[in-house]
């Protein structure tokens, strides 16, 4: 594969659909006629970003975003109607093949196992199709059973297993050829708290010690905050952010929470009336206040607090990722109307 910082890049990525329509008129409604037509619909405009070689990006967005059809043309299964893209150097829609050695793919509710084989056959025969070494499977095949934990269901017709064992069965399949880039839609949707720990953790390790290139789309928000430190966010088809949790954190949740332990209870009745933050609990010696990021820093905010008893601990607590994303989606939704 060429080498290059970059390993994935959309520029301008476009798709439209044709839809079907039916109108019924009053000529028709007498008839019983009905006048077919359609309309245009953009599912991806002009989407643009650069991944580079190592990062694991989370692309998320509600149903009907784009999310699934820009996978779909970065695996080359969809055709761009403009714009342009380059995964590791190949034209997905004009390269498809060659590109097919170097990514993996998981869709979550469609699955490349063969559902009447048990798995470890299925397994074998994704083997011969993608020409891997005898050598180089027996080391994949080990590495996936132990990391995923397949020996269990290694027999088993896929059929029978469960969805957090198919999910992991096809994860495993996705990197029997040691792609460099692993596309995810959808991975955890389904799963059980168990399986969907497994999973994040198997992720986190394979891109630790390979280095393998992850974009993963997910409804699923505790996903993004175990594996992904940048985040591209669409809605109706268009980037609507693009960078790291933090400073989406910073820009869409401008208030955080500080939990102050006293030695004693402290007496805040004042406290009420004099300093610009707000009380949100108190619960004898701990007191929760919240505070706008943008007035105060935590530590002025644990200054205010230390007027009023000797502090013996005190805890950060960030808005959660699900309080963040709303408010962005809620912004997107009022600029597009």
């Known amino acids: 594969m060429p080498v290059t910082e970059t390993i994935i890049s959309a520029c301008e990525?476009?798709?439209?659909?044709?839809?079907?329509t039916q109108r019924r008129g009053m000529l028709g409604a007498i008839r019983g006629l009905v006048?077919?037509?359609?309309i245009e619909v953009t599912a991806v405009d002009s989407v643009s970003f650069d991944i580079a070689r190592g990062e694991i990006v989370g692309y998320i967005g509600p149903n009907g975003a784009g999310k699934s059809t820009t996978i779909k043309m970065l695996t080359g299964i969809l055709v761009p109607s403009n714009g342009d893209a380059l995964v590791g150097g190949y034209t997905p829609w004009n390269q498809r093949r060659q590109l097919a050695q170097h990514i993996g793919v998981v869709?979550?509710?469609?699955?490349?196992?063969?559902?009447?084989?048990?798995?470890t056959e299925s397994l074998e025969l994704l083997r011969f199709m993608?020409?891997?070494?005898?050598?180089?499977?027996?080391?994949?095949?080990?590495?996936?059973?132990?990391?995923?934990?397949?020996?269990p269901f290694l027999d088993t017709p896929v059929r029978q297993l469960s969805l957090g064992q198919r999910m992991r069965g096809d994860l495993a399949a996705a990197l029997l050829h040691d792609p460099p880039i692993l596309y995810l839609d959808e991975p955890t949707i389904g799963l059980d708290l168990v399986a969907k720990t497994r999973i994040r953790d198997f992720?986190?390790?394979?891109?630790?010690?390979?280095?393998?290139?992850?974009?993963?789309?997910?409804?699923?928000?505790?996903?993004?905050?175990?594996?992904?430190?940048?985040?591209?966010?669409?809605?109706?088809?268009?980037?609507?952010?693009?960078?790291?949790?933090?400073?989406l954190r910073s820009q869409f949740a401008a208030t955080r929470q500080l939990t102050v332990d006293f030695d004693e209870t402290p007496d805040l009745t004042d406290a009420r009336e004099r300093i610009s933050i707000r009380i949100v609990d108190q619960d004898g010696p701990r007191v929760k206040v919240a505070f706008d990021r943008a007035i105060h820093s935590a530590?002025?905010?644990?200054?205010?607090?230390g007027a009023y008893g000797n502090v013996r601990d005190m805890t950060?607590?960030?808005?959660?990722?699900?309080?963040v994303i709303s408010q962005l989606y809620a912004r997107s939704t009022k600029t597009t109307m």
């Open 299 to 305: 530590p002025q905010v644990l200054a205010i607090m």
């Open 35 to 38: 006048d077919r037509g359609g």
């Open 13 to 20: 990525l476009t798709k439209t659909f044709w839809r079907r």
């Open 316 to 323: 950060i607590e960030e808005p959660a990722i699900e309080e």
């Open 203 to 247: 992720l986190a390790e394979l891109n630790r010690s390979s280095g393998v290139t992850i974009l993963l789309t997910t409804h699923d928000l505790a996903d993004i905050e175990r594996l992904c430190k940048r985040i591209i966010v669409i809605d109706h088809g268009r980037i609507v952010h693009d960078g790291d949790l933090a400073a």
């Open 130 to 151: 993608y020409k891997v070494p005898a050598d180089r499977f027996k080391q994949n095949f080990e590495m996936a059973t132990e990391l995923l934990d397949l020996e």
């Open 107 to 119: 869709f979550g509710q469609r699955s490349q196992l063969w559902w009447d084989l048990p798995l």
